[in-house]
C-alpha cells in the first residue's frame, strides 16, 4: 500500500489574519458564501464584509443553526445555489466548519476555514464529522481533497474561553497515540494509505508541544492574552494534530469518543474532553508503561480534562455498568477506528479497560 501525506494547500496563522480573508479569499472566487452562527457573525461578520469588500469579493452570509448533520448541510447548499456563489468560507467551531467543508462538497466548490476557537482539529481535515438532529455521532463523511484555504487568526483564538482551548488539546493529545497504534498495525489512514514518517514525526512533535507549551499557554489564555506558548499550541492543536491524525492515522481514543456520545450525561462535554478519556482508555487497552500513563495523567490534571467518569458526568449507581457496556459496544461497530489498533479489541476489552482507566484516574486524583 502506498503512503499518503495530505494537508490544506495554504495555511496561514497568526494575530488579526482574519483582516486577510479578502486578499487569499481572492484567488479562489469573486463570490462567495459566508457561513458562521450567530455569535461568531456578531463578533466577526463586518471585518470579514469590509475584508472581502476591499478586494473585490461579493458576498452571502449565512446563519449556521448549530448542529452538523445531514438536515443542516442540505438546507445550506440549496441556499448557496441559490445565491449561485463560487465558494464557501466557514468561521467559527468544529461543527460551523465541517459544516462548511460538507456544503463546498456538494457543490463541488472551494472552501476557506477559519477557526475562532481551536478546540478540535477540524480546521484543516479533509472530513466532516456528522452527528444526528440529537447532538449523537453519526458518521464520518470523507472528502477527497483538504481545505483550499485554512487562516488561523490568534488574536481570535486567545479570547476564546479557556475551556474550549483546552479541549482541543484533549483532541490534540490522542494523535500520537492513535498514530504510533494505527501504524503499528500498518492500517490505511484517513489519507487513504499508510503512514509516513513525516505524519508520524508531525503527530509526535504534536504531543511534545503539548506536554512542552499546554500549561503556559492555558495560563495565557486565562489572562486572555497570546504568547508564543498560545501560538505554539494553537499550530499544534490545528496543523500538527489535523495533519498528524489524518496522515497516521485513528485508533481507540475517537472511537471511545464516539460511544460516550450516546450517553445523554456526556452531552455537555467537549469533543477534546472525551477525546481525553478515550486516550486514556487506550493507553489501558494498550497495557503502556506506567511512565507513560502518569505523563497522559498529569498532562489531564494541569490542563483539566477528565480522567475519571465522574468528571465525564456518569455516577456510580446500579445503571453505570450497563451504560460503559454500551459505550463499548458502539465504540467496536463496524468501520470504527478502534479496529486501527495493532490487536483485535472486544467490547468486553474496551469495558473493563473504561472501567479501570476510571479507577487509575480516582487513584491520581485522590
Known amino acids: 500500500m502506498l503512503k499518503v501525506i495530505q494537508s490544506p494547500s495554504k495555511y496561514i496563522q497568526g494575530p488579526d489574519a482574519l483582516s486577510h480573508i479578502g486578499q487569499y479569499t481572492k484567488i479562489l472566487a469573486d463570490h462567495v458564501f459566508v457561513i458562521a452562527d450567530n455569535f461568531v457573525m456578531s463578533l466577526i461578520g463586518d471585518a470579514v464584509d469590509n475584508s472581502l469588500k476591499e478586494h473585490d469579493v461579493t458576498s452571502h452570509f449565512e446563519l449556521f443553526h448549530g448542529e452538523c448533520s ?32 460538507a456544503v463546498a462538497y456538494e457543490s463541488q466548490i472551494p472552501v476557506v476555514i477559519s477557526p475562532t476557537l481551536v478546540s478540535t482539529d477540524a480546521p484543516t481535515s479533509a472530513l466532516s464529522v456528522l452527528y444526528t438532529e440529537l447532538g449523537e455521532f453519526d458518521r464520518y463523511q470523507v472528502y477527497p481533497q483538504n481545505p483550499n484555504i485554512v487562516l488561523v487568526d490568534t488574536t481570535i483564538i486567545s479570547k476564546a474561553p479557556v475551556r474550549l482551548f483546552v479541549a482541543g ?27 509516513s514518517k513525516t505524519g508520524l514525526a508531525l503527530a509526535k512533535l504534536c504531543y511534545e508541544t503539548l506536554l512542552e507549551d499546554g500549561y503556559k499557554a492555558k495560563l495565557a489564555i486565562e489572562a486572555g492574552v497570546s504568547t508564543p506558548a498560545v501560538e505554539n499550541i494553537i499550530e499544534a492543536n490545528t496543523y500538527l494534530s489535523g495533519v498528524g491524525f489524518e496522515s497516521s492515522g485513528l485508533a481507540a481514543a475517537h472511537a471511545i469518543h464516539n460511544g460516550f456520545t450516546l450517553l445523554e450525561e456526556c452531552h455537555h462535554l467537549y469533543h477534546g474532553e472525551k477525546v481525553a478519556f478515550g486516550t486514556l482508555t487506550q493507553l489501558v487497552l494498550e497495557n503502556s508503561p506506567n511512565e507513560e500513563l502518569e505523563t497522559v495523567l498529569d498532562f489531564c490534571t494541569q490542563m483539566g480534562l477528565p480522567i475519571t467518569l465522574e468528571q465525564l458526568g456518569l455516577r456510580d449507581n446500579e445503571k453505570l455498568h450497563k451504560k460503559i457496556m454500551q459505550v463499548a459496544i458502539a465504540s467496536c461497530a463496524e468501520g470504527e477506528t478502534i479496529h486501527n489498533m495493532p490487536f483485535t479489541v472486544t467490547p468486553e476489552q474496551v469495558y473493563a479497560a473504561i472501567l479501570a482507566a476510571d479507577r487509575i484516574g480516582q487513584d491520581w486524583l485522590y
Open 70 to 101: 445531514q438536515n443542516e448541510i442540505l438546507r445550506l447548499s440549496a441556499i448557496l445555489v441559490e445565491n449561485q456563489c463560487q465558494a464557501v468560507i466557514g468561521i467559527g467551531g468544529g461543527k460551523t466548519l465541517d459544516t462548511a467543508k
Open 169 to 195: 488539546m484533549g483532541d490534540a493529545l490522542a494523535t500520537y497515540f492513535e498514530a504510533r497504534a494505527s501504524s503499528a498495525a500498518h492500517k490505511p489512514t484517513m489519507a487513504g494509505g499508510l503512514a
